[in-house]
């Protein structure tokens, strides 16, 4: 069984620019999350999804973050206009239903 | 509010002796706790959890962790590290009126020395 990919691995921006990450859960997972994870932190929750419906969203800076999962599968996080405190490593996970959660790799970024 | 501490930032151990993390939470109602691992450069793994029944649960790789409600605490234990046991652990509650979203402590960096 594939575990949660996501891409890319690494990024690096300058302020203001923007930036897509994408995320493939484990097939058959109705529930995807997406967490920041600033450097020697825990996760921090930022949106989550029951298939393309958004459960959550209320720590997600609304006026730069953007996140969407348009068939119940594959979802994409996006960041409109980076500031430096968006520093951190993005990490997807799913789980089927309130089950484990299955982390991806993360995407480690860095706004110069 | 739940929170979750763990208060040792970093432990050092050698190569085959025990070693215990520490997770302390503050949630008065139905809670989950979780233990997980992260490698360098790797998303988190699952070691194990607790819901209800026996306080001390047993995990992967010779892990395990005992619950107690009295002193709100959910320590993580191993009798004998191996250097492969080096990573990032973090401790994580949930809980029902949460909607189960796992919340994080700040992690404890292990270091095993040969």
């Known amino acids: 069984e594939a575990g949660v990919t996501q891409s890319p691995r690494y990024a690096v921006l300058q302020e203001g620019q923007a930036v897509s990450f994408w995320c493939d859960p484990i097939s058959g997972h109705d529930t995807l999350y997406w967490y920041q994870q600033p450097r020697d932190q825990g996760p921090q929750l930022l949106v989550y999804f029951r298939d393309e419906a958004v459960i959550d969203n209320s720590q997600l800076p609304s006026d730069r973050f953007s996140a969407v999962r348009p068939k119940g599968t594959n979802s994409t996080l996006k960041i409109q206009s980076a500031k430096q405190g968006d520093t951190a490593t993005y990490l997807c996970?799913?789980?089927?239903?309130?089950?484990?959660?299955?982390f991806g790799p993360g995407t480690r970024l860095t706004v110069l | 509010t739940q929170t979750v501490s763990q208060s040792d930032a970093h432990v050092t151990v050698f190569e085959g002796d025990s070693v215990e993390l520490r997770c302390n939470y503050s949630y008065g109602g139905s809670i989950y706790l979780s233990w997980y691992i992260q490698h360098h450069g790797h998303g988190l793994q699952f070691l194990l959890k607790y819901y209800s029944g026996n306080p001390v649960v047993q995990g992967v790789n010779g892990f395990e962790a005992e619950f107690s409600k009295s002193d709100s605490s959910f320590h993580l234990r191993k009798a004998s590290v191996h250097w492969s046991d080096s990573a990032v652990y973090f401790c994580a509650v949930s809980a029902s009126s949460g909607s189960w979203q796992l919340i994080f402590g700040s992690g404890t960096q292990l270091t095993v020395m040969p």
């Open positions: 996970a799913s789980s089927l239903r309130w089950g484990e959660q299955y």
